[in-house]
């Protein structure tokens, strides 16, 4: 499968790349340009440089490609710009080029903002969005709703990964604590190659969203769906964060 990346030099782009260079053909994209070490190492797949609030970049980019991977995410003044109009752009992209397939990240209070987070229990990726007043939510919130608006309207599917703490395998020391909502960047990626495989078909509707976690014990939030649909088995254990170290 053609595969588009957007945003694949942040902090998960790599990851992402690794666990799909060996299964599929990657063009890899970003606003800044692709180190040599990462170019030498997967010499094999296309990197471009595109600026995703760019339409005609983003369009460009996505031709001969069968899905696009969005990993782009701007914090800042510019949130809206590449978390809004980003998503616009690719979505437009998937249209104009028939891609029917389409993996969209971002953070968990995309959906679960502070009034889910500080006062409820097992928290499920299915609920009424509240993404609270931070631009950053706010603006990769807007981008979902216009991810799920184009796959009303158009032969698209939609998979919308959430995450929220990312920790290496090195970082998992125990009663370090935490948030409830940690995985590895390995286990992480492993979603999206499992989102690739997936026949549509067996998606309960063309704009699925999923919480991407490792286990937590305190079952604030549940990764249930992500499993149950995808097949996500989370491979390094979390859980040791939480455990008591001994006197």
Known sequence: MNVLILGGNGYL???????LAGEHSLRITDIKPSSSEIR????????????ITSAPQVERAASGMDAIVNLSAVRNRLAFGVNLHGCYNMMQAA???????????????????????????RINPDVPPHAGTSPYALSKSLGQEVCRAFSQNHNIYVQDY???NFRLPHQLKRGTGGVPFIVTPA???EVFRLGLAIGLNR???????FFILGENPQGKFLNDKAKRILGFAPRDDVT???RKTHR
């Open 13 to 19: 782009g790599p990851y992402v790349v690794k666990a």
């Open 40 to 51: 030498q190492e997967f010499q094999q797949h296309q990197f471009m440089d595109v600026d």
């Open 95 to 121: 249209v104009t080029h028939g891609i029917q397939r389409v993996i969209n990240t971002g953070p968990h209070f995309t959906i679960t903002g502070p009034n889910y987070e500080s006062f409820d229990y």
């Open 162 to 164: 959430l995450f929220y």
């Open 187 to 189: 286990d992480a990626a």
């Open 203 to 209: 998606l309960p509707s063309r704009c699925e969203t």
């Open 240 to 242: 040791t964060v939480w």
